[in-house]
């Protein structure tokens, strides 16, 4: 007896063609000027998080959208007690 193949098993592993970055589009700039707090600042070019961080973004983004509206607003995040939103 043999055991599927992970392709067999959850279909096909690639990602659709319209899905694959284009090479010639890419952004020059290189990961040696990468500064860790770009995932909280950088507006444009590819930046790298965790799933906490873009939460953290989400919220700092829009508080910088109501800021420039005009709004005084306040945002809250939560989770349960010991998630991973409890280092936010």
């Known amino acids: 007896m043999t055991t599927p193949s992970m392709t067999e ?3 096909s592993l690639t990602p659709p063609l319209d899905m694959e970055p ?23 070019g590819r930046i790298f998080l965790t799933g906490t961080q873009a939460l953290v973004r989400i919220a700092l983004r829009q508080a910088e959208l109501d800021r420039r509206d005009g709004r005084r607003t306040a945002g809250l995040i939560s989770g349960y007690r010991g998630s991973p939103l409890g280092g936010v």
Do not use: H, K, P, V
């Open 9 to 11: 098993q959850a279909g």
């Open 22 to 44: 284009d090479i010639n589009s890419l952004n020059d700039r290189r990961l040696d000027d990468y500064q860790l707090d770009d995932r909280y600042s950088r507006s444009e």
